[in-house]
């Protein structure tokens, strides 16, 4: 139902590389910028990633951002048993002028 | 640091109206920089923005097409915060409902609260 595709999961063992891909179109990723959230259950989503690429105060370099085009993605390496977590991408989306979520992934750490 | 402190009941029956409030800190509702957002999020829906109010000159509200004939988001200069009524609710409309902050992205958001339709 998301205009924003994500994959619904996503898992690694601690220490790996994780990545979640972010796919939308031209009036949203391919115009505006992407964040990314991570949202635990019961709590309020934390801003991980905004302008694509940029962390937020705080946000360990663990977590980086990257955008093409039409797609985005959300890195994690050295992943930790703490980031086990949903994570959203967010985008602006000119033609429906209004904001759009990923279905979200979750990180599952094995 | 800006706090976005949520109030409201959690129970609603169906086809009343659904009423949360989202009180400021830290930022004003009528800042010229920020937007003040309500989203919710579902199990079969996900994330789903709902609508902002903003203030540039004057007062924008934008709603989401899933909504839009039946939300009022409201901004309170009085008490600095901003509220959602939805109206007509079903169980489909059950969900945790969170307001938020825009600066170009969302960066704070409010703690969350669980509101169940039904009788």
């Known amino acids: 139902q998301s205009v924003l595709t994500q994959p619904p999961s996503a898992s690694g063992t601690p220490g790996q590389r994780v990545t979640i891909s972010c796919s939308g179109g031209t009036s949203n990723i391919g115009k505006n910028a992407v964040t990314w959230h991570q949202h635990l259950p019961g709590t309020a989503p934390k801003l991980l990633i905004y302008n694509n690429n940029e962390r937020p105060s705080g946000v360990p370099d663990r977590f980086s951002g990257s955008r093409s085009g039409t797609s985005a993605s959300l890195a994690i390496s050295g992943l930790q048993s703490e980031d086990e977590a949903d994570y959203y991408c967010a985008a602006w989306d000119a033609s429906l002028n209004g904001w759009l979520f990923g279905g979200g992934t979750k990180v599952t750490v094995l | 640091q800006v706090q976005l402190r949520q109030s409201g009941p959690g129970l609603v029956k169906p086809s009343q109206t659904l009423s949360l409030t989202c009180a400021i800190s830290g930022d004003s509702v009528s800042s010229i920089s920020a937007a003040w957002n309500w989203i919710r999020q579902s199990p079969s829906r996900g994330l789903e923005w709902l609508g902002r109010t903003y203030y540039r000159s004057k007062w924008y509200n934008e709603y989401a097409l899933s909504v839009r004939s039946r939300i009022t988001i409201n901004p309170d200069t009085s008490r600095n915060q901003f509220s959602l009524q939805l109206n007509s609710v079903t169980p489909e409309d059950t969900a945790a409902y969170y307001c938020?902050?825009?600066?170009?992205?969302?960066?704070?958001w409010g703690q969350g609260t669980r509101v169940t339709v039904s009788s």
């Open positions: 938020a902050r825009t600066v170009g992205h969302f960066d704070y």
